[in-house]
């Protein structure tokens, strides 16, 4: 997730894109900052239903809190055919928790719930985190991954200025059965080597950028069965967007820009990519 200090909530809605000619899957989105409003208001149905509308019939919500991730999970119970939900404590934050031990129970309470599919937001971020408390983040992250793998849950990572630490992690406690890279932002190196440990990379509109030559290089490394897509939101919007708001409705321009970098059919693409999310974060009807 990018800095959510920085919300800008101002800022002028991206314009609907063309409908897809098949449904598919935003794997991570934060609807609680794309609306600031309560689990079950009005604006988050409108979100949903203009997603919908282009052909995203289905996301996951992330959480970065305990309170945050509680809202994920009422999103998820109230809109119980179109959300599912994942929760966590952000590597940013964890480190500065007072109470980290009880905030890490409550993530495991609730990763319980029916309509919990990953433990995610997690992972290990260098940009913003200070050297003096990484051994604590890193303690937040081996955590997380033992909710996931006790709950047989996906582990959703935020990997940032990160990449080997986080992969040398993963080796050491090992990952659990499904594994997702969160907007990806390695080079292609590091996408090979996710690929061969069998996780799956999930790309942001941050990949349509012109000024991700090393993003473009790495997607075409990455089979369709470890291809996700996902739009952040409301951070990251894609091109033709960027600077504007970001919701999951604008999936489809990744997808077409996808399609085109790779020369992949787009509906092809698209199913590939929605049994991908199936897969890993199960059925959306539970």
Same mark, same amino acid.
């Given at each position: 997730?990018?800095?959510?200090?920085?919300?800008?909530?101002?800022?002028?809605?991206?314009?609907?894109?063309?409908?897809?000619?098949?449904?598919?899957?935003?794997?991570?989105?934060?609807?609680?900052?794309?609306?600031?409003?309560?689990?079950?208001?009005?604006?988050?149905?409108?979100?949903?239903?203009?997603?919908?509308?282009?052909?995203?019939?289905?996301?996951?919500?992330?959480?970065?809190?305990?309170?945050?991730?509680?809202?994920?999970?009422?999103?998820?119970?109230?809109?119980?055919?179109?959300?599912?939900?994942?929760?966590?404590?952000?590597?940013?934050?964890?480190?500065?928790?007072?109470?980290?031990?009880?905030?890490?129970?409550?993530?495991?309470?609730?990763?319980?719930?029916?309509?919990?599919?990953?433990?995610?937001?997690?992972?290990?971020?260098?940009?913003?985190?200070?050297?003096?408390?990484?051994?604590?983040?890193?303690?937040?992250?081996?955590?997380?991954?033992?909710?996931?793998?006790?709950? %047989?849950? =996906?582990?959703?990572? $935020?990997?940032?200025?990160? &990449?080997?630490?986080?992969?040398? /992690? #993963?080796? +050491?406690?090992? !990952?659990?059965?499904?594994?997702?890279?969160?907007?990806?932002?390695?080079?292609?190196?590091?996408?090979?080597?996710?690929?061969?440990?069998?996780?799956?990379?999930?790309?942001?509109?941050?990949?349509?950028? %012109?000024? =991700?030559?090393?993003? $473009?290089?790495?997607?075409? &490394?990455?089979?369709?069965?470890? /291809? #996700?897509? +996902?739009?952040? !939101?409301?951070?990251?919007?894609?091109?033709?967007?960027?600077?504007?708001?970001?919701?999951?409705?604008?999936?489809?321009?990744?997808?077409?820009?996808?399609?085109?970098?790779?020369?992949?059919?787009?509906?092809?693409?698209?199913?590939?990519?929605?049994?991908?999310?199936?897969?890993?974060?199960?059925?959306? /009807?539970?």
């Amino acid at each position: 997730m990018a800095d959510r200090n920085n919300r800008e909530g101002d800022r002028r809605a991206a314009p609907l894109p063309e409908p897809l000619p098949t449904t598919c899957v935003d794997s991570h989105a934060h609807l609680e900052i794309v609306t600031g409003a309560a689990a079950d208001h009005d604006d988050v149905k409108k979100v949903l239903d203009d997603a919908r509308s282009v052909g995203i019939d289905r996301v996951v919500q992330v959480g970065i809190s305990v309170k945050e991730s509680q809202w994920s999970v009422d999103c998820a119970n109230k809109f119980n055919t179109q959300v599912l939900a994942a929760v966590a404590l952000h590597p940013n934050d964890a480190p500065l928790i007072e109470d980290l031990e009880s905030d890490l129970e409550e993530i495991n309470r609730l990763a319980g719930e029916k309509r919990v599919c990953a433990i995610g937001e997690t992972g290990m971020d260098f940009f913003r985190t200070e050297e003096s408390l990484r051994d604590k983040q890193k303690y937040s992250f081996k955590k997380h991954i033992e909710i996931a793998k006790a709950h %047989k849950k =996906a582990l959703m990572i $935020h990997d940032r200025d990160s &990449h080997r630490a986080v992969l040398d /992690l #993963l080796d +050491e406690v090992g !990952a659990p059965t499904h594994t997702v890279f969160h907007s990806f932002s390695g080079d292609a190196e590091m996408a090979k080597e996710c690929v061969a440990k069998g996780y799956l990379l999930s790309f942001s509109g941050t990949v349509t950028f %012109k000024n =991700a030559p090393l993003l $473009h290089e790495a997607l075409m &490394h990455v089979p369709l069965e470890n /291809l #996700l897509v +996902e739009t952040d !939101a409301p951070f990251l919007t894609p091109t033709p967007n960027r600077g504007a708001h970001n919701t999951p409705a604008q999936i489809p321009h990744i997808l077409r820009f996808i399609s085109e970098r790779r020369g992949e059919d787009l509906t092809t693409l698209t199913r590939a990519i929605s049994n991908n999310a199936e897969r890993v974060f199960g059925s959306f /009807l539970r």
